[in-house]
């Protein structure tokens, strides 16, 4: 049984730093893309962070990029997300996903397991 378990949201400050991780068991973590997505009350689900399964390809939606950062470790079948600079508008429930579907790494129909989300609150 695949298992993806977030951890590490909370209540920050605007401009403050949060670190999401993402811990996957019951699949073959290394052969894997990875993504994290966000969804805010009353608003689809949209693509945050991608990375390849080796780590070395990263892609960032274009309001997150310069302030967040996508990992991971294949060892510890972790990946991360270090968000810095936050913004009120950052608020959102944070998923992280892994990609079953050869594709454009924003769709979420492509990735087949789903954590169950962690809420991220950026108060101003």
């Known amino acids: 049984q695949v298992q993806l378990v977030e951890s590490g949201g909370g209540l920050v400050q605007a401009v403050g730093s949060l670190r999401l991780s993402c811990a996957a068991s019951?699949?073959?973590?290394?052969?894997?893309?990875m993504g994290w997505f966000r969804q805010a009350p009353g608003k689809e689900r949209e693509f945050v962070a991608h990375i390849k399964f080796s780590g070395k390809t990263i892609y960032y939606a274009d309001s997150v990029k310069g302030r967040f950062t996508i990992s991971r470790d294949n060892a510890k079948n972790t990946v991360y997300l270090q968000m810095n600079s936050l913004k009120p508008e950052d608020t959102a429930v944070y998923y992280c996903a892994a990609q079953r579907r050869p594709g454009t790494y924003t769709l979420p129909d492509l990735y087949g397991y789903w954590g169950q989300g962690t809420q991220v609150t950026v108060s101003s």
């Open positions: 019951g699949l073959s973590f290394s052969t894997y893309s």
